[in-house]
Nanobody, 127 residues
Framework: QAQLVESGGGLVQAGGSLRLSCAAS????????MGWFRQAPGKEREIAAA????????YYADSVKGRFSISRDNAKNTVYLQMNSLQPEDTAVYYC????????????????????WGQGTQVTVSS
């Protein structure tokens, strides 16, 4: 059973950057595909980015493509989300999530495929 803990959220001005981290404990992190989801007030949770356990396969939602970058360090059991050129519409609670797979290239964009979730970290972008 994995536990995920996010950090790095905060308040930033439009155009600024933040780097979110998600540290995993328990389980076999190097065999988890990982995702970053976000949920803005009054909206449904949506995926921002995902990464396979090999790290070679990634996915970005159209709304963040070219601005966000997901990466992982399996030796540190940590996944990152580098967020650049932040805009007010990026304001949300960001959740780290993980799921298991036997396929090194697999990731999922569906929240139902993720078994493990962090508690979330707030990102607020002021205009």
């Amino acid at each position: 059973q994995a536990q995920l803990v996010e950090s790095g959220g905060g308040l930033v001005q439009a155009g600024g950057s933040l780097r979110l981290s998600c540290a995993a404990s328990g389980g076999f992190f190097s065999r988890y595909f990982m995702g970053w989801f976000r949920q803005a007030p009054g909206k449904e949770r949506e995926i921002a980015a995902a990464i396979s356990w090999s790290g070679r396969n990634t996915y970005y939602a159209d709304s963040v493509k070219g601005r966000f970058s997901i990466s992982r360090d399996n030796a540190k059991n940590t996944v990152y989300l580098q967020m650049n050129s932040l805009q007010p519409e990026d304001t949300a609670v960001y959740y780290c999530a993980g799921g298991t797979t036997l396929t090194s290239s697999y990731y999922s964009t569906s929240s139902s495929q993720y078994a493990y979730w962090g508690q979330g970290t707030q990102v607020t972008v002021s205009s």
